[in-house]
């Protein structure tokens, strides 16, 4: 069975991000996204410290170059579950039906 460190449901700004902030980290990654970005018919984005203007789709391009140099996988599918389960693991369904597992920290 294959075990990630994290796994991230959503590839927009936010799930990327964390996803490069893990990678750093040698964690071993896996990102879901639908890719159905929210800003995605903006004309440029905003607020975005040195990538003023910019347009989400080139965004999207740039951080994705970033997510791949830190051995962080990427696929194109949707999450439809997500659950704990008793063995000690975090388990996401796509919409294919693949379980995909993570390990599940506990904080305490
Ligand atoms: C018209 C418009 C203009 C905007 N302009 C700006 C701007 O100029 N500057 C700014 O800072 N912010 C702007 N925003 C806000 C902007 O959307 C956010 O800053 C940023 O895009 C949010 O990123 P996100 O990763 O949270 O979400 P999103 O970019 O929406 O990404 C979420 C991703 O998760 C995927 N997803 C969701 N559920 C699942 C699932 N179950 N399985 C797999 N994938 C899933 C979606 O398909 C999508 O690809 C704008 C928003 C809108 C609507």
């Known amino acids: 069975m294959e075990l990630y460190d994290c796994i991230i449901v959503g590839g927009g700004p936010a799930g990327l991000n964390a996803a490069v902030v893990l990678g750093r980290c040698r964690r071993k990654v896996i990102v879901f996204d639908s890719a159905t970005y929210r800003n995605q018919y903006s004309h440029g984005m905003h607020n975005y410290l ?3 203007d910019i347009l ?3 965004f999207i391009k740039l951080s994705l170059k970033e997510v791949h140099k830190y051995g962080v996988e990427l696929i194109h599918r949707k999450i439809t579950s997500a659950r704990k389960n008793g063995q000690g693991t975090f388990d996401v369904k796509d919409d294919k039906g693949t379980i995909y597992h ?5 904080c305490h």
């Open 50 to 52: 040195t990538r003023d």
């Open 56 to 58: 989400p789709a080139d």
């Open 102 to 106: 993570a390990i599940l920290l506990s």
